[in-house]
């Protein structure tokens, strides 16, 4: 039996460079967009540490706030509001949509797993073009546990009625590669550019240097 497909949003699904014109009009440079998101995972990391959580809408916000004083920026109430209006109208990435399209049409299971609220997922895959490949949306948030704590990934499979196993998330985060694979999941490496494997885990059985190539080699796998 194949295995479901699970695909982490952001980054992965996402092309958050969408939102570069508005870091550059704020903070004057795009690469503050890279470093606001680094905080938001950052502050994600510590508050399932040390288990305080909070959803991943408002570490966006807080994130953000903590830029601004970073780059010595006044952000005014409607640059915080466009930029995070704008998390929810990501375009997809190019290969994404045919990515997508392929795995579907040969039978695969799909489904989504993030950190964002379900409310903001179904917003930003629907807004995307994209949330019809998904037979479920799942939010880290039920749970009150953000990847790439285990919980998120054996939720997802008590849901979708499989064992953790029979799973393959597909990221393109380190991170939620290491995590995945840490609960028991298969994963598949989204490598694009700038990002890179953590040596000091496991390296999944699938890599590619875009989302075809990456399923491409999971219908070598796993077609039905």
């Known amino acids: 039996m194949p295995r479901v497909i699970v695909f982490d949003v952001n980054e992965t699904l996402l092309d958050m460079r969408a939102l570069d014109p508005l870091f550059t009009r704020i903070f004057g440079v795009a690469s503050a967009r890279q470093s606001w998101f680094g905080q938001v995972l950052q502050s994600a990391f510590v508050t399932t540490i040390t288990g305080r959580y909070e959803n991943f809408s408002r570490i ?37 949509p045919a990515s997508l399209e392929r795995l579907r049409s040969a039978g695969l299971r799909l489904a989504a797993l993030t950190n964002s609220t379900e409310e903001v997922a179904i917003a930003q895959l629907t807004n995307a073009g994209i949330d019809h490949f998904f037979e479920n949306i799942f939010s880290a948030d039920i749970v009150r546990r953000l990847k790439p704590a285990p919980e998120p990934y054996e939720y997802a499979a008590v849901r979708l009625g499989v064992p953790i196993g029979r799973i393959r998330m597909v990221a393109a985060h380190a991170w939620d590669i290491a995590g995945a694979v840490c609960a028991g999941c298969a994963a598949a490496f989204v490598a694009r550019p700038g990002t890179a494997l953590d040596p000091l885990f496991p390296r999944p059985d699938i890599t590619g240097a875009d989302m075809m190539e990456v399923a491409e080699q999971i219908l070598a796998c796993e077609s039905p």
């Open 60 to 96: 966006w916000a807080a994130a953000l706030e903590m830029t601004a004083v970073r780059y010595g920026v006044s952000l005014a109430p409607d640059d915080r509001t466009a930029i995070l209006a704008g998390m929810r109208t990501l375009p997809p990435h190019p290969d994404v």
